[in-house]
């Protein structure tokens, strides 16, 4: 059905084919489908195209070795999608994935922060100096 309304169909023959199928459906029904779940789906399928379309092509990049380079390019996708979803509205303000969002957001803010700091001093040639991460991170974020 789908398929037939990308290639220009109307409700009225999509009807007649599914009818055929022997499915019963009016311009309605076909409407409320093609303007609801069907949008929904295309949407998630173009989400997947370009997901693995940013793989494929972050395949294909030197930097992502591991190391903090990688850890580097994550924070950065994270914080594009943080700050996608916020743009996008996709939260109500003040409910408590809104805030979480948030908290999240200054976490990696922190840890890009942390990396860019590492390659300053590895840049001078002083890496060593860098302070060794408390593995327990802040318990207060955590909970």
């Known amino acids: 059905m789908g398929r037939l309304l990308d290639d220009g169909a109307t409700y009225k023959l999509v009807a007649e084919e ?12 076909i409407s409320n489908w093609f303007n609801g779940p069907y949008q929904d789906h ?3 399928r173009d989400r997947r ?8 092509s972050a ?3 030197d930097e992502l070795t591991p190391g903090h380079k990688f850890q580097e390019i994550l924070l950065q ?7 996608r979803a916020l743009n996008e509205g996709q939260m109500q303000s003040g ?20 990396l860019r700091k590492y390659d300053e001093l590895q840049a001078q040639g002083n ?3 860098f302070p060794l991460l408390d593995t327990k991170c802040n318990q207060a974020d955590e909970e």
Do not use: C, K, W
Request: glycine share 4%.
């Open 59 to 61: 395949a294909d990049l």
């Open 95 to 114: 409910s408590p994935n809104y805030i979480r969002l948030f908290h999240a957001l200054a976490r990696l803010s922190r840890e890009a922060f942390a």
């Open 18 to 29: 599914m009818a055929r199928q022997g499915v019963a459906l009016n311009g309605e029904n």
């Open 42 to 44: 295309l949407r998630q």
């Open 77 to 83: 996708l994270a914080m594009t999608e943080i700050f």
């Open 49 to 56: 195209a370009e997901l693995q379309r940013l793989r494929e």
């Open 127 to 129: 890496a060593d100096l």
